[in-house]
T-cell receptor
Framework: DGGITQSPKYLFRKEGQNVTLSCEQN?????MYWYRQDPGQGLRLIYYSQIVNDFQKGDIAEGYSVSREKKESFPLTVTSAQKNPTAFYLCATKWLNNEQFFGPGTRLTVL | AQKVTQAQTEISVVEKEDVTLDCVYE???????LFWYKQPPSGELVFLIR??????QNEISGRYSWNFQKSTSSFNFTITASQVVDSAVYFC??????????????FGGGTRVLVKP
């Protein structure tokens, strides 16, 4: 099936640990995005990548890092520098018509 | 800078009532795109509609309809004869032209719709 997969669905992290959230797509889309959603809030852009080996900071990039070594994959690392990482993380891809497709999300909780 | 405002944080209706969700946006771009997404309790965002700034025709898709008014910078969404399955959070979003760097989506804060049986 074509689509976007995110893993894990739920993730628990101890304070001071780095964790990596996976995002994989088989839609052959060039652009990929990471958003963060806090309870009762809209989505905010963390990082985006328009092509392989290139990525740009979004509005709230501090404490996060990404890589884009393959077209299909855009993993997000939440580092210990992110002071309040508990949130719902959504990965998205975009085709030429501007429509963004979203994955099922990863819910990260810091213990 | 782009901004999207959804003034209604939560709307509660009884099944079969109509419900209208407001969306007001700000942008300096003359070309832009507007979107509505639905987020059910599972969390995944479901695309509902995309509208470009050149097309001010209203659109209807089943029980859903959208009213785009460029003069008031609004892109409102109406659910006719609501059903319990319509209960979700609905997000309005704005995007720069597809040729713009990043072409990110700017989201409103969302409106939670609760449809009671």
């Amino acid at each position: 099936d074509g689509g976007i997969t995110q893993s894990p669905k739920y993730l628990f992290r101890k304070e001071g640990q780095n964790v990596t959230l996976s995002c994989e797509q088989n839609l052959n889309h060039d652009a990929m995005y990471w958003y963060r959603q806090d309870p009762g809030q809209g989505l905010r852009l963390i990082y985006y990548s328009q092509i392989v080996n290139d990525f740009q900071k979004g509005d709230i990039a501090e404490g996060y890092s990404v890589s884009r070594e393959k077209k299909e994959s855009f993993p997000l690392t939440v580092t210990s520098a992110q002071k309040n990482p508990t949130a719902f993380y959504l990965c998205a891809t975009k085709w030429l018509n501007n429509e963004q497709f979203f994955g099922p999300g990863t819910r990260l909780t810091v213990l | 800078a782009q901004k999207v405002t959804q003034a209604q944080t939560e709307i509660s209706v009884v099944e079969k009532e109509d419900v209208t969700l407001d969306c007001v946006y700000e942008t300096r771009d003359t070309t832009y795109y507007l979107f509505w997404y639905k987020q059910p309790p599972s969390g995944e965002l479901v695309f509902l509609i995309r509208r470009n700034s050149f097309d001010e025709q209203n659109e209807i898709s089943g029980r859903y309809s959208w009213n785009f008014q460029k003069s008031t910078s609004s892109f409102n969404f109406t659910i006719t004869a609501s059903q319990v399955v319509d209960s979700a959070v609905y997000f309005c979003a704005l995007s720069a032209p597809q040729w713009a760097a990043g072409n990110k989506l700017t989201f409103g804060g969302g409106t939670r719709v609760l449809v009671k049986p």
